[in-house]
């Protein structure tokens, strides 16, 4: 329930085999046993949700900051498998304390929010990209190479 909890409300089953260490029977079985309790319901054939977010969210609080972070990398590297939405990557890669990658999406983004004329989502999420650049806390060796232009966008 950890892995589904870290994916969000709802999920489909391609991304938790994704992200989860565990084979398909046994996913199989965890998914059969929430279902069973009512936890998590079928939408369509490969998707699922949460039955209330505060199910969801008691499972993500549940978990160590660590824990949390490790399993929104393994969420970020399967949903990059899947092609997900820039938007959901950059949450993913910010709660993963990734800020390559985090400023990477956000730009990405913001400018898929601006393509859609939604002007304050594309702020946030050039403000997200900013603000990965800024806190930066990396070894000045050891930091990120991105281009003046992508800094200047």
Do not use: N
Request: net charge negative; no cysteine.
């Amino acid at each position: 329930m950890s892995i589904a909890a870290v994916i969000g409300r709802s999920f489909t089953f391609d991304v938790l085999l994704r992200a989860s260490e565990q084979d398909e029977d046994a996913l199989v079985q965890g998914l059969d046993e929430l279902w069973q309790r009512r936890i998590v319901r079928e939408q369509g054939r490969e998707a699922y949700d949460f039955s209330h977010e505060k199910l969801r969210e008691g499972a993500y609080l549940a978990l160590s900051s660590a824990r949390r972070r490790l399993l929104h990398r393994r969420v970020l590297s399967a949903l990059q498998a899947v092609v997900a939405p820039a938007a959901q990557l950059a949450y993913h890669a910010l709660h993963a304390g990734l800020k390559d990658l985090t400023f990477h999406f956000s730009i990405v983004a913001g400018d898929d929010a601006m393509r859609l004329g939604a002007v304050h989502e594309a702020v946030a999420y050039y403000e997200q990209a900013q603000r990965a650049l800024v806190e930066d806390d990396s070894i000045p060796d050891e930091r990120h190479s991105f281009s003046l232009d992508e800094v200047h966008h």
